[in-house]
């Protein structure tokens, strides 16, 4: 790895990362998560255990995870030593703090024998954690701008950056509830539609209630996302901008069918695994998105200044 270039690298560990929150969801999902015992970094007294069961799954979650770890240190470090941009240094900054906290909380998810609330924070921390990442490649490379808008408004700009900053936090609520739903054995609270009786869950079914959240969030953030991809077309933002969009649009109605078919299914394995996967890459798309228009907001203000500042030497030299 380490004759890898940053932005390779960045790759590379996103990747890891992206397989470490969806084997993770299995981990969860197939209840492997004490298959090693209430202990860490050891898992059931031994170093490499009797790998069979759920000792398998979760040792090789543990292993994937200090793959990604060494990813992570090895980028950090190249990072450090490379001339370049000061905010991919904060990025990677905040990216091996995340690290550190993720791994600590991964102990203390173990040594407490998996706690909704912390498990839930685990998961949060883990999409933040993927965003710098996504950060850092996109911005290690600034040779092919895309440009934030048709016009190159900058308060345009300002707006759209706006949207998807709302978007990946309503995610990242949706992300955590459901977390905590499917924690808590709250996932079928409520059928795929109704709680029963009533449209939305009495006082005394707290499954419901905290089902019913998750679905909340997931649905203003779907109707967020597919409103946001028509008003791309209608001002005309750029073209790949609207893709982005429209691919994240294509993934939010499949997540929403997923979703129904894992409560249908009785929260079936394979579409409970499936409906994370789906909804990490939803999130990806947009912390990808959100990360070039912070990219492209830099190079359009350095665009600026070297125009004004070239206008000034011409009227100078007049």
């Not at 550190?100 to 839930?120: M, R, T, Y």
Request: hydrophobic share 55%; aromatic share 8%.
């Amino acid at each position: 790895m380490c004759i890898l270039s940053i932005k390779r690298l960045a790759f590379v560990t996103i990747l890891l990362t992206y397989g470490l929150i969806v084997f993770g969801g299995y981990v969860a999902s197939s209840e492997s998560g004490m298959g090693c015992g209430p202990e860490w970094p050891l898992c059931n007294g031994e170093v490499i255990p009797t790998l069979k069961g759920d000792t398998l799954i979760e040792f090789a979650h543990r292993v994937i995870g200090a793959i990604l770890a060494i990813s992570c240190v090895i980028l950090f470090l190249k990072i450090l030593r490379a001339k370049i941009d000061p905010a991919i240094r904060n990025i990677g900054y905040w990216m091996i703090g995340l690290l550190v906290i993720q791994v600590l909380l991964g102990a203390v998810v173990v040594i407490l024998d998996l706690p909704s609330i912390i498990v839930s924070s685990h998961l949060m921390i883990a999409m933040v954690f993927l965003a710098s990442l996504i950060w850092i490649w996109r911005k290690a490379d600034d040779k092919k701008p895309l440009g934030n808008s048709s016009t190159g408004d900058i308060s345009d700009h300002k707006s759209i950056i706006l949207h998807l900053n709302i978007i990946l936090v309503l995610l990242l609520l949706t992300l955590a509830f459901g977390a905590y739903t499917k924690h808590e054995w709250y996932g079928l609270g409520c059928g795929w539609f109704d709680c029963g009786s009533t449209l939305l869950p009495t006082i005394d079914n707290p499954a419901g209630i905290i089902q019913t959240i998750h679905r909340l969030f997931a649905v203003l953030s779907a109707i967020y996302i597919l409103a946001l991809t028509c008003w791309a077309f209608l001002k005309k933002w750029s073209s790949p901008l609207r893709w982005r969009l429209i691919l994240a649009s294509i993934t939010v109605i499949i997540q929403l069918v997923i979703g129904v078919l894992t409560i249908t299914s009785f929260i079936d394995l394979t579409m409970a695994v499936l409906h994370l996967a789906v909804g990490t890459f939803l999130f990806s798309v947009l912390a990808e998105s959100r990360a070039v228009m912070g990219k492209d907001r830099a190079q359009s203000r350095k665009g600026q200044l070297f125009t004004g500042e070239m206008s000034s030497k011409v009227r100078t030299r007049v």
